[in-house]
């Protein structure tokens, strides 16, 4: 154990003494000739000259010591299935996808979309891509057409891996019509769609498109497929993510700074060995799935769980009963979730032993102190929030439990992890802050560590745009979130400065749900804010100014149009995206220059001050809104 200070500034002042450290935690084919190459900021380029494998490090390196410990634990309340393979069983299982994927024609660098639910298959496909070099693009199974025509597009793949359906709370979810239509709406057409067949609801093929992986995987039972070496810095999958633009970026990651970043968070942050067993309760589709469900842990070569469920289904005991069947050491999960926990019997929390756990860790949105103490009581384990974004892929503020054991404070995700050299900056002058309880914009100062995004997908100009700020010798990442520090170094993270809103962990683009809107022909302009909720974190409310007004006159009018707007949302972009509410307004408040004045509508919606208005147009636009709110 050392001292987490000095390992902090080891990490910062001798950057490439500290990460060819860490580098030593996976296996190399060919070692990297240089650590850090920061010669074109804000590029980074990790490991150059090291060639290696993301699928060996997650499989194939295991087979010589673990090869029949449990490798991936799958387990379905939804279909009441539970599989579990060992590290050799799943070696099988991904060569199988893997051959299969070649014969479709995918080779190394082309893109395989992944849209599909929480089953074995799923990590099978992800796991296979990065065996042979090619990248997979998963889309959250929750995204409905236009979403997935949009990132289809974006990512071209040459083959969609996709199943006939998910389950939701005992409800068959079919995904194949979604992805028909959203094929039909793409510019860009995969040559081939492979098909997982569940049983769980008939669906139809285009002949000569569509494939059936259950006779492929017979075909290929026994083909070896070699791990394909790859530069350290060739990208390993692209993972679309909001911003403010309408259009959602494809998050680019490397392999050989991922792989390492990911191996050292697991000891270090997450407490976790080789042998033992991790449960994440994310979903594939989120950066936490990639990291933390599969990645991570199978690089430390711990057993992980892959969940398809709800938590609070058969009954709230289903998270803890896994936990101690499996004896879950490190368990990492979102506060929405312990949220709806909070809510039912805690007794269910008392039923089994949970002496395995190390700790919960949650993340993806800020976890309320009432929450964190609630759930604290009820497990008797300790709960660390950690604070990351997809851009980053694994933590930048986190208590660093691993290197020297510090104490968590309620409210605040830590201190800045290892490899980060985080900084607050002035909203207006961009200058740092350093004093205390000093609110301003959380930034890091480049290169990004290993395994945080290389790129926005084929658009290293929006990379640099969106996120970095140069000033003389230097470059800032932007992370869009406001922070504090206090005096021992803690952040508290407040929300964040854009239009990205975090609906129970989920982020979205207000942008996004707006344009869709918007293609309801009978509204003239939307505006789309984040408000807070007491479940959710926040939910997404919408104001429509409407063509013809008189539509709304009644309130069963309005109704009427609400709801056929939020069907728009539903089928274009899913019913995460799905504002809680509609509401009608003559106007939209704007600056005199036409800005939409999201922060003060966000505020009047929360009851709050919404600030300095000198520059509104029209002030009953606003007033209108807080009219529609009022409590009562
Ligand atoms: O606003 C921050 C919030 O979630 C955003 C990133 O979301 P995503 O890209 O989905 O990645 C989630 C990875 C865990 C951040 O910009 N956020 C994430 N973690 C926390 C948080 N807000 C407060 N506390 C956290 N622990």
Redesign the pocket.
């Given at each position: 154990m050392t001292d987490f200070a000095q390992f902090y500034r080891r990490s910062i002042d001798q950057r490439d003494a500290f990460w060819a450290e860490q580098a030593e935690l996976i296996d190399w084919h060919e070692r990297p000739r240089q650590i850090c190459d920061y010669s074109h900021p804000p590029f980074a380029r990790w490991f150059a000259g090291g060639t290696t494998n993301l699928c060996h490090n997650a499989v194939d390196r295991h087979l010589a010591t673990r090869p029949d410990q449990n490798a991936l634990i799958f387990v379905s309340t939804e279909v009441n299935e539970e599989r579990v393979y060992s590290f050799r069983e799943l070696h099988a299982e991904v060569q199988r996808m893997a051959a299969t994927l070649k014969s479709l024609g995918v080779g190394k660098g082309d893109r395989v979309l992944v849209y599909m639910p929480m089953i074995p298959e799923a990590a099978f496909a992800m796991l296979a891509c990065t065996r042979i070099g090619a990248l997979h693009s998963v889309v959250f199974g929750g995204f409905a057409s236009v979403s997935l025509a949009s990132r289809i597009d974006d990512a071209e793949p040459v083959v969609i891996v996709s199943a006939d359906a998910g389950s939701r709370g005992g409800k068959v979810v079919a995904y194949k019509p979604l992805l028909d239509e959203a094929i039909k709406l793409a510019q860009c057409k995969p040559a081939k769609v492979l098909m997982v067949d569940r049983g769980l609801v008939a669906f139809s093929r285009v002949a000569g498109r569509d494939e059936d992986y259950a006779a492929w995987r017979e075909t290929h039972a026994s083909t070896p497929v070699p791990c394909e070496w790859v530069d350290a810095e060739h990208p390993s999958y692209t993972l679309y993510?909001s911003g403010t633009t309408g259009r959602p970026k494809g998050v680019q990651r490397d392999t050989g700074g991922y792989a390492v970043a990911l191996a050292a968070s697991m000891k270090l942050i997450f407490l976790g060995n080789p042998g033992e067993t991790y449960f994440s309760t994310s979903d594939i589709g989120?950066?936490?799935g990639h990291s933390y469900i599969i990645y991570g842990p199978l690089i430390n070569g711990m057993a992980t769980i892959m969940y398809e469920g709800l938590p609070i289904r058969p009954d709230a005991a289903i998270w803890w009963s896994l936990v101690e069947k499996y004896k879950v050491t490190s368990m990492f999960s979102a506060p929405t979730a312990i949220r709806v926990l909070k809510k039912q019997d805690p007794a269910a929390l008392k039923k089994h032993d949970l002496s395995s756990l190390r700790a919960l860790f949650?993340?993806?949105?800020?976890?309320d102190e009432p929450t964190a103490r609630w759930i604290a009581d009820a497990l008797g384990r300790p709960i660390i929030?950690?604070?990351?974004?997809?851009?980053t892929g694994w933590p930048i503020?986190g208590i660093c439990n691993g290197v020297e054991k510090a104490p968590s404070k309620f409210g605040s995700?830590g201190k800045a992890v290892y490899g980060y050299d985080v900084k607050l900056l002035d909203e207006h002058t961009g200058e740092e802050l350093t004093g205390h309880h000093q609110k301003g914009v959380v930034a890091i100062e480049g290169p990004l560590p290993p395994g945080c995004m290389q790129t926005v997908w084929r658009d290293d100009e929006r990379f640099v745009k969106t996120y970095w700020k140069t000033v003389p010798g230097r470059t800032i990442y932007n992370?869009?979130?406001w922070g504090i520090r206090d005096e021992d170094g803690y952040y508290f993270?407040l929300?964040?400065t854009d239009d990205?809103i975090?609906v129970a962990?989920?982020?979205l683009g207000t942008r996004e749900i707006e344009e869709s809107i918007s293609s309801h022909p009978g509204v003239a302009e939307v505006a789309v804010v984040g408000v807070a909720d007491a479940l959710k974190g926040q939910v997404a409310m919408a104001f429509a100014v409407l063509k013809d007004p008189s539509r709304a006159a009644t309130a069963q009018g309005a109704r009427g149009l609400e709801g056929e707007i939020m069907k728009i949302v539903d089928e274009q972009l899913g019913a995460l995206a799905r504002p809680s509410r509609v509401r009608f307004v003559s106007a939209l408040p704007k600056t005199r220059s036409g800005k939409m004045l999201r922060r003060a509508i966000q505020a009047v919606c929360e009851q709050r001050d919404p600030g300095d208005l000198t520059t509104i147009e029209d002030p009953t636009a606003l007033q209108q809104i807080r009219d529609l709110v009022a409590p009562g």
């Open positions: 993510t989120w950066v936490v949650l993340a993806g949105e800020p976890l929030d950690n604070y990351w974004q997809t851009e503020l995700p992370t869009f979130d993270i929300g964040r990205v975090n962990g989920h982020r």
